[in-house]
């Protein structure tokens, strides 16, 4: 089992940032892939981006390209989400998750072990 717990969520304006971690604890984690998800009011859930095992290969949504960075630190078991020029449209529950290959993965069914989420709110 691999538990995951999101933080650095909250509400922030349209044009800042906003880093968002998981900290990743159980299973060794850190040969897993990992990816972050977000949930908007009245949507489903959709990919984010995504990095494999060592952070060398990433993938991200074309919604979040040039914005969003994803990275990796195995020795603290945490992958990282830095949001820049947040815009509005990016408010969501933002949600943590880890998949037990070692390439990144960008499917929810691909993904193993979930965050609880927690939530992000750009104003205008």
């Known amino acids: 089992q691999v538990q995951l717990v999101e933080s650095g969520g909250g509400l922030v304006q349209a044009g800042t940032s906003l880093r968002l971690s998981c900290a990743a604890s159980?299973?060794?984690?850190?040969?897993?892939?990992m990816g972050w998800f977000r949930q908007a009011p009245g949507k489903e859930r959709e990919f984010v981006a995504a990095l494999n095992w060592n952070g060398r290969t990433t993938h991200y949504a074309d919604a979040v390209k040039g914005r969003f960075t994803i990275s990796r630190d195995n020795a603290k078991h945490t992958v990282y989400l830095q949001m820049n020029s947040l815009k509005p449209e990016d408010t969501a529950v933002y949600y943590c998750?880890?998949?037990?290959?070692?390439?990144?993965?960008?499917?929810?069914?691909?993904?193993?072990?979930w965050g609880q989420g927690i939530q992000v709110t750009v104003s205008s």
């Open positions: 159980g299973r060794t984690s850190s040969t897993f892939g």
């Open positions: 998750a880890a998949a037990s290959l070692r390439s990144f993965a960008i499917y929810e069914t691909e993904y193993d072990y």
